[in-house]
C-alpha cells in the first residue's frame, strides 16, 4: 500500500495575501488559513470545497485554528466547482 500524498486533480487555486497554510482535502479541493499569524487573533479558514470558515470565533489564534483547518479538510468531501 502506497503512503504517497494523493496530489489533487483540480488545480491549485491563487495563494491569497496572509496565506499561512493551505490543506488538500479528501474531496480534492483546498483549506486555507489565513491571517496575521501565531502571535495574532486575525487567523481564520476558509473551504474551498464546501465553502465553509471558522465560527467560533470566527476568528483565533493559530494553534486553534490549525486542528479544526487540518480536521475540516479530512472530513470534507466536496469537490471545487470552479
Ligand atoms: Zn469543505
Do not use: Q
Not at 500524498?5 to 474531496?27: H, M, Q, W
Not at 470545497?49 to 490549525?66: K, V
Amino acid at each position: 500500500m502506497s503512503t504517497a500524498v494523493r496530489t489533487s486533480a483540480f488545480t491549485e487555486p491563487d495563494r491569497p495575501k496572509g496565506l499561512l497554510i493551505r490543506f488538500v482535502t479528501t474531496g480534492g479541493s483546498y483549506v486555507d488559513v489565513t491571517g496575521h499569524g501565531e502571535h495574532f487573533v486575525t487567523n481564520r479558514w476558509t473551504c474551498h470545497g464546501c465553502g465553509d470558515a471558522s465560527r467560533t470565533p470566527e476568528e483565533d489564534y493559530l494553534f486553534r485554528i490549525r486542528p479544526d483547518a487540518n480536521n475540516h479538510a479530512t472530513a470534507c468531501r466536496a469537490i471545487p466547482l470552479t
